[in-house]
């Protein structure tokens, strides 16, 4: 997950995965009656065009906006508060529109508690960590690069569920774990050999790849503070890093540069980033929608190949030319990330089916 396409992306799983009831999804079928095969097959081609194309989109239209030569802007802490209030005020938003009936009747009322806004602290400042090293990550690598700059969320998600959880890991997902870290380090090492390797670029896609995988351990432990509510922690998480990003910006600087900034009230600049805030807050929702007409092993499937359509444009927009082993790299990340999510999907699959398997055991076997 990518954001920063996984800035919203886990949260939106783990509420899916927790039955969270507040929710803009649309009831898979009505009345026990299941909808025609050739419906049922357009409706899940519409759902995964539009994730793919928001999902790309948003990464391209990011890197405009961090690292553009024509824009000139060295403010991404801006970018991303900007991206994070638009969210916010997009689910107040929602919330107040409740009234109005489908598709926002199903929201709940938002308001702002102090109290269960200090509780999801914790999580914001996770979150602030995973936004912005997503971000900085992508200002720093190129587009093409950035799937694998960020690959080790996999791998990051085995180490800490053994550290914090105690849940063991079979054979064959390692296999897929170390098969994506050689990829990475292929990748690494071929970006050197192109000259383009930025090792700042490199260390924030490490870090937001743990970011992601404690963002998702922190929201199962706060969601119970917002009534199990994704759209309240959304609101709750984006008002909240929103707060923490002053500070930052400050201590960077970042206010002096939009003040020298020469294109602060040119209106395509503004319209540049509620898109980019639009999209942010939609990959979510479309992320959701995927899963719910899927499955969640094939939402992964479809974000791997994504991913694979994603440097094969960026490559093909930024008129780059890559190496056989730039593009094996590549091919040992995708082909591990497809290969752990089969072999957990299998297991996941075997768990569910054997009713011997205790509810402990059943635990560790998830993702």
Same mark, same amino acid.
């Given at each position: 997950?990518?954001?920063?396409?996984?800035?919203?992306?886990?949260?939106?799983?783990?509420?899916?995965?927790?039955?969270?009831?507040?929710?803009?999804?649309?009831?898979?079928?009505?009345?026990?009656?299941?909808?025609?095969?050739?419906?049922?097959?357009?409706?899940?081609?519409?759902?995964?065009?539009?994730?793919?194309? &928001?999902?790309?989109?948003?990464?391209?239209?990011?890197?405009?906006?961090?690292?553009?030569?024509?824009?000139?802007?060295?403010?991404?802490?801006?970018?991303?508060?900007?991206?994070?209030?638009?969210?916010?005020?997009?689910?107040?938003?929602?919330?107040?529109?409740?009234?109005?009936?489908?598709?926002?009747?199903?929201?709940?009322?938002?308001?702002?508690?102090?109290?269960?806004?200090?509780?999801?602290?914790?999580?914001?400042?996770?979150? &602030?960590?995973?936004?912005?090293?997503?971000?900085?990550?992508?200002?720093?690598?190129?587009?093409?690069?950035?799937?694998?700059?960020?690959?080790?969320?996999?791998?990051?998600?085995?180490?800490?569920?053994?550290?914090?959880?105690?849940?063991?890991?079979?054979?064959?997902?390692?296999?897929?774990?170390?098969?994506?870290?050689?990829?990475?380090?292929?990748?690494?090492?071929?970006?050197?050999?192109?000259?383009?390797?930025?090792?700042?670029?490199?260390?924030?896609?490490?870090?937001?790849?743990?970011?992601?995988?404690?963002?998702?351990?922190?929201?199962?432990?706060?969601?119970?503070?917002?009534?199990?509510?994704?759209?309240?922690?959304?609101?709750?998480?984006?008002?909240?890093?929103?707060?923490?990003?002053?500070?930052?910006?400050?201590?960077?600087?970042?206010?002096?540069?939009?003040?020298?900034?020469?294109?602060?009230?040119?209106?395509?600049?503004?319209?540049?980033?509620?898109?980019?805030?639009?999209?942010?807050?939609?990959?979510?929702?479309?992320?959701?929608?995927?899963?719910?007409?899927?499955?969640?092993?094939?939402?992964?499937?479809?974000?791997?190949?994504?991913?694979?359509?994603?440097?094969?444009?960026?490559?093909?927009?930024?008129?780059?030319?890559?190496?056989?082993?730039?593009?094996?790299?590549?091919?040992?990340?995708?082909?591990?990330?497809?290969?752990?999510?089969?072999?957990?999907?299998?297991?996941?699959?075997?768990?569910?089916?054997?009713?011997?398997?205790?509810?402990?055991?059943?635990?560790?076997?998830?993702?």
């Amino acid at each position: 997950m990518s954001k920063a396409q996984l800035t919203r992306t886990g949260i939106l799983r783990m509420a899916l995965g927790g039955g969270a009831a507040d929710t803009l999804l649309p009831a898979e079928g009505g009345g026990g009656r299941r909808a025609p095969f050739l419906l049922r097959a357009l409706r899940i081609a519409v759902v995964v065009c539009l994730y793919w194309f &928001i999902s790309i989109a948003m990464v391209f239209l990011n890197k405009y906006l961090l690292d553009s030569p024509s824009l000139r802007l060295d403010a991404p802490l801006f970018v991303t508060f900007f991206q994070c209030a638009l969210t916010a005020a997009l689910c107040l938003g929602l919330s107040l529109g409740a009234a109005c009936g489908p598709p926002c009747s199903g929201l709940p009322t938002l308001r702002l508690d102090p109290k269960v806004s200090r509780s999801v602290l914790p999580l914001s400042a996770v979150f &602030i960590g995973m936004v912005t090293s997503n971000n900085l990550c992508l200002k720093h690598v190129g587009v093409a690069f950035y799937n694998v700059g960020r690959s080790l969320t996999t791998v990051f998600n085995v180490l800490l569920s053994y550290l914090l959880l105690k849940q063991t890991t079979s054979l064959y997902a390692l296999l897929a774990c170390g098969v994506i870290i050689g990829g990475f380090w292929l990748g690494v090492d071929q970006e050197g050999a192109e000259g383009t390797l930025s090792w700042t670029g490199i260390f924030f896609g490490i870090l937001a790849s743990l970011c992601v995988s404690l963002n998702a351990i922190y929201t199962k432990k706060v969601l119970p503070v917002v009534d199990g509510s994704i759209w309240r922690l959304t609101f709750y998480n984006n008002v909240n890093a929103c707060v923490l990003f002053f500070p930052l910006m400050l201590l960077l600087g970042e206010f002096r540069s939009l003040y020298h900034f020469d294109k602060l009230g040119s209106p395509s600049f503004w319209g540049m980033m509620t898109l980019g805030g639009v999209f942010g807050f939609a990959i979510g929702y479309v992320t959701g929608l995927q899963i719910k007409f899927t499955s969640p092993l094939t939402h992964n499937v479809s974000g791997t190949a994504k991913a694979c359509a994603q440097t094969v444009l960026a490559v093909i927009y930024f008129e780059e030319t890559k190496s056989f082993l730039w593009w094996t790299s590549n091919l040992m990340v995708l082909g591990g990330s497809f290969a752990y999510t089969w072999v957990k999907g299998l297991e996941m699959r075997k768990v569910q089916e054997d009713p011997s398997v205790k509810s402990g055991e059943r635990n560790e076997t998830g993702v």
